[in-house]
């Protein structure tokens, strides 16, 4: 079957390249990625998949049907949204759309996706279960998981597969990690209310600003002291408004954050925590707060014996020299953790960097991709797509 579905994806390989180059010059933002929907779809049809568009509101299912008798339906979900970002790559297939560009390597994830689908389409061996290949809109805002989720594409899903791009590691090899991948990513906003005064005579005040000063340093201190050094948390403020006039203490100073950690239990209690920290110093200085904690994308958690399963189909189509062991998680976010809290799955790093030359990271106007990763992508891919049915799943402990 590995020998099968290598020489269909060999065959396949200049359209898959074609592809993805169409998908490159082409970005879409957001929640408006009809265009892309409508190629997505067309593919996935001439390939005899029965294909539903408008799901998600942008997003596009494909099933494909297996003769056998196993009722555990396995999805396979990537994302086809781009970023707001000017491309400088000058690569003759570079976006044709002003401001924005495929900077994240969505237009791979799609292409590995439909080439899945492709490659598995003309096996010519009937599937023990049925695929569903989910196509998301919105990612790059945390929003597409949830809209998926909310029509219904996880119902009679017992487990699910992903991939993200990772210039870092080169093409050719696959990322694998146990556990955490991501990082949850929720929002902080914190007001600090003060009483104004002039800027002469701060004792007669309630400095908001120097307070919000306060409130920034100790949080960050107190991360070092009081949080679990094994279990990471970043906070940071990025955004402060406040202030009236030079010579005027401002009575009113606004804080907006992201916080990250790895681990369910730490995501829960940092809103309280936030809080102790910041009413202890208001209530010190006289100053009142009002404080929002909005729980965001949840870590990505990899279950064990779906990762397992990638692990086995990478070192088997491409040898131990052909996977990476990731040792360390990513503090970035990604919204396949939203699918994960309805069936286990597991997402894995596709290698694409290049071995000669210098390689961007994510979300760069440089950012480029040795195009041999695609192959890699949807050999893997198909392949423990087959595998799937070996073996039974079980959610992660």
């Known amino acids: 079957m590995l020998a ?6 060999a065959k396949l390989a200049p359209r898959l390249i074609e592809i993805r180059r169409h998908l490159h010059s082409h970005p879409e933002l957001s929640g408006q990625e009809h265009k892309t929907a409508a190629y997505v779809a067309g593919v996935l049809s001439s390939c005899g998949l029965h294909v539903q568009e408008g799901i998600g509101k942008v997003g596009v299912v494909g099933e494909l049907l297996g003769q056998g008798t196993d009722d555990r339906r396995l999805a396979i979900r990537t994302d086809m949204d ?8 000058e690569l003759v297939f570079a976006s044709r759309q002003a401001g924005l560009m495929h900077a994240c390597g969505h237009d791979v994830h799609t292409t590995v996706g439909l080439g899945t689908a492709m490659v598995l389409s003309q096996l010519g061996l ?3 279960g049925n695929i569903r290949f989910l196509f998301q809109s919105a990612e790059e805002i945390a929003q597409g998981a949830k ?6 594409v996880m119902e009679d899903v017992a487990g699910i597969l992903s991939l993200h ?15 955490a991948l991501t990082a949850a990513a929720d929002d902080l906003e914190i007001t600090i209310l003060g009483e104004s005064g002039h800027g002469a005579r701060p004792h007669e005040a309630i400095d908001a600003i120097w307070i919000a000063s306060q409130v920034i340093t100790t949080l960050q201190q107190a991360i070092s002291r009081t949080q679990n050094p094994l279990r990471p948390v970043v906070l940071t403020i990025g955004q402060i408004n406040g202030g009236r006039a030079p010579n005027v203490i401002a009575d009113r100073v606004q804080l907006l954050g992201t916080v990250r950690s790895l681990h369910p239990e730490t995501s829960a209690a940092l809103p309280g925590w936030i809080e102790q920290i910041v009413a202890n110093l208001c209530q010190t200085y006289g100053a009142r707060y009002e404080l929002h904690y909005r729980h965001g994308t949840p870590s990505v958690q990899n279950d064990t014996v779906m990762t397992q399963l990638l692990e086995s189909a990478a070192v088997d189509a491409w040898g131990s020299q052909g996977i990476q062991m990731l040792h360390e998680p990513s503090l970035g976010a990604e919204d396949f953790s939203v699918y994960l809290q309805h069936a286990p799955g597991s997402m894995f790093r596709l290698g694409v960097g290049f071995k000669d030359r210098q390689n961007y990271p994510l979300h760069h106007p440089q950012f480029a991709i040795d195009e041999t990763a695609i192959i890699t992508g949807v050999v893997t891919m198909a392949y423990a797509a087959c595998q799937y049915w070996q073996s039974p799943t079980s959610r992660s402990e």
């Open 147 to 152: 809209w998926m989720v909310e029509d219904g």
């Open 4 to 9: 099968q579905i290598k020489d269909i994806t």
């Open 126 to 128: 009937a599937l023990p």
């Open 165 to 179: 791009v990772f210039p870092s590691i080169p093409a050719g090899v696959i990322g694998i990690r146990y556990g």
């Open 82 to 89: 781009a970023l707001p970002i000017h491309e400088k790559t």
